[in-house]
Each structure stands twice: as structure tokens, then as C-alpha cells.
T-cell receptor, first 115, second 114 residues
Framework: AQSVTQLGSHVSVSEGALVLLRCNYS??????LFWYVQYPNQGLQLLLK??????LVKGINGFEAEFKKSETSFHLTKPSAHMSDAAEYFC?????????????FGTGTRLQVTL | NAGVTQTPKFQVLKTGQSMTLQCAQD?????MSWYRQDPGMGLRLIHY???????DQGEVPNGYNVSRSTTEDFPLRLLSAAPSQTSVYFC?????????????FGEGSWLTVV
């Protein structure tokens, strides 16, 4: 069975500071990994995804994530936080087993950006 | 470009009532699914469909029913609403069942059962 653990339900950073949101996964087969962002009262929007190509994945809005198989991690980073980055972020894994793609989500990390 | 459209956006139900959450996508996607989002629990898969006429259960299917008569529509039915079904519901779609596909989400339906 696949699972995702997001460390830290709330993260607060200053504007201009580094953003680091942590995600560790468990999967019995090579995984596909995703980061989604959810702004208040909206649906989820894809930030980036790893599908076994380059281990460093660049996404929208200046975010990137690095797949580290040895650490079973897929942490999300952004060099310089902006006020507009305040949102909830979800890491998700899809096991790629060949059956219908079913994402397993982490519990989310709410990012607060302060002045 | 509409994408995935859900209605209604907000609904209050009494315990025991039934209702249908509507979902439509205009991207000709084969794969559609319903998730519920609860505080501290992320999103959990309720039901999914890999094409018209084919549906299957996800992680939390009890109390919900789905059908897929067309490629575009995937309604979610609550048979007899319970307070435990108070949640935010998201419909989603992707081009096919491929595990690496991006899944596109609707904007959510907020349901309160009293």
C-alpha cells in the first residue's frame, strides 16, 4: 500500500525567505509523485509532478521538488517566499500499478507568509 | 475553458435526506473520481470511473453511489445523509487511467448535514 507523510501541518516563513515543505512517501513500486496547492475555498491545482524522468522537477510559481529514492522523499522548495504563496499544499503519490490512477494524499501543510 | 464543473457549491441537508452532487467535465477525459476533504485528513477517494459504464470503489465508498452514463458526467449520490458526511467534496478528472497523468479538480462542493 502507498502512503504519504507531510511533516508539519503548519509552516510559517517570512516574505523573501526559503520555503521548504517536507514530504516522505511509501510505495512498493516506483512511484509517481505530485504536489498540489489549494487556495482558500478553491480546488486543487497541480504545482509539479515526478514521473521517473529528471529527479529535480520544476513547477509553476517558482517551486521545485527533488525526488530522492534513498530517502523516500519529495520535498517542495522555493528560494524566496511571496505573500501570494500562502495556501495549503498537498503531496500525493500514485503507485503506477497499471490500474486506474488513484492518488493517495498527505494531510496537507498550511503555509503562512509573514511580512 | 470550463474544465471540471461541480454543482451545487454549498448545500445544507437534514439527516436522512438524499441528494446528488453533479460533476461535469468538458475535456473528454476517460477517468473521473470523487474525493472528500476533511480537516487533518487530506483528500480521500470515494469512487472512481475509468470510462462510461464503469465505476469502482475507492477508500471511503460507504453511503455514496455513483454512475457514469456519459463520458462528461459523473454524479455522486448520497443515499441517506449522515452528519459524518459533512465535508468538502471534490470531483476530478484525468485523460485516462495512467498513473502519471495530471488530475484536474473542480472547485469543490461544501456539504453540511445537520
Amino acid at each position: 500500500a502507498q502512503s504519504v507523510t507531510q511533516l508539519g501541518s503548519h509552516v510559517s516563513v517570512s516574505e523573501g525567505a526559503l520555503v521548504l515543505l517536507r514530504c516522505n512517501y511509501s510505495s512498493s513500486v516506483p512511484p509517481y509523485l505530485f504536489w498540489y496547492v489549494q487556495y482558500p475555498n478553491q480546488g486543487l491545482q497541480l504545482l509539479l509532478k515526478y514521473t521517473s524522468a529528471a529527479t529535480l522537477v520544476k513547477g509553476i510559481n517558482g517551486f521545485e521538488a527533488e525526488f530522492k529514492k534513498s530517502e523516500t522523499s519529495f520535498h517542495l522548495t522555493k528560494p524566496s517566499a511571496h505573500m501570494s504563496d500562502a495556501a495549503e499544499y498537498f503531496c500525493a503519490v500514485s503507485d503506477g500499478s497499471g490500474t486506474a490512477s488513484k492518488l493517495t494524499f498527505g494531510t496537507g501543510t498550511r503555509l503562512q507568509v509573514t511580512l | 475553458n470550463a474544465g471540471v464543473t461541480q454543482t451545487p457549491k454549498f448545500q445544507v441537508l437534514k439527516t436522512g435526506q438524499s441528494m446528488t452532487l453533479q460533476c461535469a467535465q468538458d475535456m473528454n477525459h476517460e477517468y473521473m473520481s470523487w474525493y472528500r476533504q476533511d480537516p487533518g485528513m487530506g483528500l480521500r477517494l470515494i469512487h472512481y470511473s475509468v470510462g462510461a459504464g464503469i465505476t469502482d470503489q475507492g477508500e471511503v465508498p460507504n453511503g455514496y453511489n455513483v454512475s457514469r452514463s456519459t463520458t462528461e458526467d459523473f454524479p455522486l449520490r448520497l443515499l441517506s445523509a449522515a452528519p459524518s458526511q459533512t465535508s468538502v467534496y471534490f470531483c476530478a478528472s484525468s485523460p485516462d487511467r495512467g498513473a502519471g497523468n495530471t488530475i484536474y479538480f473542480g472547485e469543490g462542493s461544501w456539504l453540511t448535514v445537520v
